[in-house]
């Protein structure tokens, strides 16, 4: 491509901004203008290839970008025909698919796309899309082993703005010769009872459409709103982000500069479509650079094959790079590489939850792949930080900011407010501006100025960024976000229950779990057995269940009566890392302690004839921030 920016050095951060951010560009300032530009581009080169399993003996299914650039067309004339204005928004409840990228970006240029976690419980999706105010979803029709559209059926019921729905049939992607099987496996076809609901064929709905002009006529402003993504974690109450259509052309056109070579363009899609990082990182990003976007079946990692797979979908794709979160790292260890030709396979990318390094080290070293961890989030479009591709990776460190992006640390006042920069070492509040920057939750104004991300960190003397800690509170279980307070909720609904207290306890596996602590109510009684069964009955959401439950006589709280969860999170650390010693018959004192420059750290001093680097290895497969102890002479 004619616009790469190749980064080594923070040197070369401000190189590239040197040339204007909207000189950069190049007038490509909206996601329908990104898709035109890359039909005119890369024509007939392949744009999405398809995966129904992750079987790398089948055939995929293959769109250029000239079909892409169509089939949004239509679905964005679809949409208009069924009453989506600029300001309407298209619910996209849907899987991995080619589909949910025609739903996606012509959703943007008919109206403003809303995508949506299908894992949600229906009254939760019925909330975000209510909130949206959308009145068409894009959901799938009735599928063996899916339960999505009992699912959306349920949704519909109670989102009382949704006045057309549009089905996707999975059919045609079966391998003909299975599809005489389908009907016997077909499930019931579940009704729609409320009124004023029309059911349609996305497909046919298409192909009855123009793919060569948008029939609205609409000329897309970069300013107007292109998307709203929830976020919040998936459990708590939702906010919708709002992003322009000139923050995700920018960030499509950022990011594809600094993927995108001619020689290295295939990324192989496995995080879900209603997260920044899958439309973005594997789909918009090099679309605007003309990369191929393998999308490894509907469940992305989860799906059937996929990861007892990959290496031979990587040999088969030629595949240059993916994303992906701890857990599928330390999963794919676990699949031999074998006789698989992967010298295709050159970076992959880590962001959406904190690496342990161990796991870099041990996962480069079977794989020679270069792990690239970064920093992003919602509000930010997608990423804002990365370590460069060509220059010095700091494992533990997400690399430098991206160009025109503006991440500071700050020091704050009593209201929460930036009085000033950080000096370099120095742990602030970081703070975010930039064209990256959303347009504020919906019914909420813009940020003014700098928006504060709820996140700790400091600059090192290079200019490398560290991650120190939340502010906020959000667990990041294996890149899934949940938000204590919903889990808190849940537990204090019990009769015996006074105060709860949900953190995020570190895990080799999935970075972290949730964990809870609570006191009882005066002269109540309750095991903590008895109150994980009232969790998993109560919390939405299995994966943000307690792992671990403990009842104290009261909870840490601060000077004016808040919980305080440091000292949780303290007692945390000490208790795994004791465990994991333990699990591998290994003595060692563990002390845990609040490091003004690291953040929760944890030290550990051997017994007298442990082997410090024994107990290093167990510590250095945690998120952690370690330091060793010195032993005592043996007694």
Not at 390 to 399: D, F, M, P, T
Request: charged residues 20%; negative net charge.
């Amino acid at each position: 491509m004619d616009n790469a920016i190749r980064i080594a050095t923070y040197d070369d951060v401000l190189q590239v901004e040197r040339l204007p951010a909207h000189e950069r560009m190049r007038g490509i300032d909206d996601t329908y203008a990104v898709l035109r530009h890359a039909a005119g581009a890369y024509g007939d080169k392949h744009a999405l290839r398809f995966l129904l399993i992750g079987d790398p003996s089948l055939p995929s299914v293959d769109v250029t970008y000239r079909e892409l650039l169509a089939e949004v067309t239509r679905a964005a004339n679809v949409f208009h025909a069924l009453g989506v204005g600029p300001n309407d928004a298209v619910g996209i409840l849907l899987p991995n698919l080619l589909q949910t990228h025609y739903a996606l970006w012509g959703g943007e240029a008919a109206g403003i796309a809303s995508p949506v976690n299908p894992l949600l419980e229906p009254g939760k999706i019925a909330d975000i899309l209510t909130a949206a105010g959308a009145r068409v979803l894009v959901t799938l029709a009735p599928f063996p082993q899916s339960d999505l559209w009992d699912k959306a059926a349920a949704v519909v019921e109670q989102a009382s703005g949704i006045e057309h729905v549009l089905r996707v049939d999975l059919s045609p992607y079966v391998p003909e010769a299975m599809r005489a099987m389908l009907p016997a496996l077909m499930p019931a076809d579940t009704p729609i009872a409320r009124g004023g609901v029309t059911i349609h064929d996305f497909d046919a709905a298409r192909a009855a459409q123009p793919g060569d002009r948008l029939l609205s006529g609409r000329v897309i402003g970069s300013g107007d709103i292109a998307s709203y993504f929830h976020t919040g974690g998936t459990t708590g109450t939702p906010k919708l982000a709002r992003h322009t259509h000139f923050n995700e052309a920018f960030e499509a056109m950022l990011l594809g500069s600094i993927m995108g070579t001619d020689e290295e363009d295939v990324i192989l899609c496995g995080l879900p479509l209603f997260h920044v990082n899958g439309t973005m990182v594997t789909g918009l990003a090099p679309f605007h650079a003309g990369g191929t976007v393998v999308i490894l079946t509907p469940q992305g990692y989860r799906g059937q094959g996929v990861v007892a797979n990959f290496w031979a979908l990587v040999e088969r794709f030629r595949g240059n790079s993916f994303s992906g979160v701890p857990t599928l790292y330390a999963a794919l260890l676990d699949v031999p590489i074998g006789n698989h030709d992967v010298s295709s396979l050159k970076t992959a990318i880590c962001g959406a939850a904190p690496m342990p390094a161990d796991l870099i080290r041990r996962f480069e070293a079977a794989t020679g792949v270069k792990i690239l961890e970064g920093y992003g989030m919602t509000e930010g479009t997608c990423a804002s930080a990365t370590n460069p591709r060509y220059g010095e990776r700091r494992a533990g460190s997400v690399g430098f900011r991206l160009p025109y992006v503006e991440l500071q640390p700050m020091k704050i006042d009593g209201k929460g407010q930036p009085v000033g920069p950080c000096a370099i070492g120095e742990v602030g509040a970081l703070f975010m501006k930039g064209p990256q920057l959303f347009a504020g939750y919906v019914g909420k104004p813009a940020p003014d100025g700098w928006f504060d991300t709820g996140d700790l960190a400091r600059y090192d003397a290079e200019h490398y960024l560290w991650l120190v800690g939340r502010s906020k509170d959000l667990i990041i279980r294996g890149g899934h976000n949940i938000d204590p307070q919903m889990v808190e909720d849940a537990l204090v609904s019990h009769p015996a229950v006074a105060l709860a207290a949900v953190i995020g306890q570190p895990d080799s596996y999935a970075g972290e779990l949730p964990a809870a602590y609570v006191s009882l109510r005066p002269g109540a009684s309750a095991t903590a057995e008895e109150l994980l069964a009232h969790a998993r009955a109560h919390v939405p959401e299995r994966a943000a269940v307690p792992v671990h439950l403990e009842i104290l006589p009261e909870l840490p709280v601060t000077a004016v009566g808040k919980i305080h969860k440091p000292p949780l999170r303290l007692e945390a650390i000490r208790r795994v890392l004791e465990s994991a010693l333990a699990a591998a018959g290994l003595r060692a004192t563990v002390e845990t302690f609040d490091d003004p420059a690291r953040g929760l750290t944890a030290r550990l001093t051997p017994a007298p004839g442990v082997e410090a680097e024994a107990v290093r290895r167990i510590a250095s497969g945690f998120a952690l921030a370690v330091e060793m102890g010195v032993s005592g002479a043996p007694g």
